[in-house]
């Protein structure tokens, strides 16, 4: 069992970065692959990032590419998604999610924690 809290979010402008932090509560949890996904108001969540356990091998969906980074501290049972060049379109509720895979998934389906989300409102 895995726990997830997410902190990080706020109200920033355009062009500004955040960077997110999802610490995940269980022993276990550096065995897990760590994902990033939001949704705004009005449409389904959406794939951000995702990064194998071990800090490994990283994914990226097409919103986050070029301008987020994953990473993870094992050592402090965190995950964290820089975020840069915030645009408008990128205002959501940023969730991180957990599965205890030897791999990097991609889709929602997959994972079997999630954490409560942290609010992301990027101003014009």
């Known amino acids: 069992q895995v726990q997830l809290v997410e902190s990080g979010g706020g109200l920033v402008q355009t062009g500004d970065s955040l960077r997110l932090s999802c610490v995940g509560f269980?022993?276990?949890?550096?065995?897990?692959?760590v994902g990033w996904f939001r949704q705004a108001p009005g449409l389904q969540r959406e794939f951000v990032a995702a990064?194998?356990?071990?800090?490994?091998?990283?994914e990226y969906g097409d919103s986050g590419k070029g301008r987020f980074t994953v990473s993870r501290d094992n050592y402090k049972n965190a995950v964290y998604l820089q975020m840069n060049s915030l645009e408008p379109e990128d205002t959501a509720v940023y969730y991180c999610?957990?599965?205890?895979?030897?791999?990097?998934?991609?889709?929602?389906?997959?994972?079997?924690?999630w954490g409560q989300g942290t609010q992301v409102i990027v101003s014009s």
């Open positions: 999610a957990a599965a205890n895979v030897n791999g990097v998934l991609t889709t929602e389906s997959q994972y079997d924690y």
């Open positions: 269980g022993r276990t949890f550096d065995r897990h692959c």
């Open positions: 990064i194998g356990r071990y800090r490994g091998f990283a």
